[in-house]
């Protein structure tokens, strides 16, 4: 891992083509980036990547329809008599 320390208006690459730009650092150390990168770059919060790897995970495991219909709540039928 690479650290680096950057003042407001500093910036550095990443590559030819992704620049990442320091536009300030507030009260409590929240730090406000700008990221200048093609388009066709996707760029995602760590957290929203972790999101969607769980969802994906979740996803793909699998259950019969009759263990989904085992986890409802069992109902009385209102239809049915006892006699």
């Excluded at 891992?1 to 929240?30: F, N």
């Excluded at 990547?49 to 986890?71: C, F, T």
């Amino acid at each position: 891992m690479l650290i680096l320390q950057r003042k407001p208006g500093e910036s550095l690459l990443i590559g030819d083509e992704i620049e990442v730009t320091v536009v300030s650092v507030e009260a409590g150390g929240r730090v406000r980036l700008a990221i200048d990168a093609p388009r066709s770059m996707r760029i995602l919060r760590n957290e929203l990547r972790k999101a969607m790897d769980v969802n994906r995970d979740a996803a793909k495991e699998e259950a019969s329809p009759l263990a989904l219909l085992d986890l409802l709540p069992k109902q009385k039928n209102s239809g049915e008599n006892s006699e």
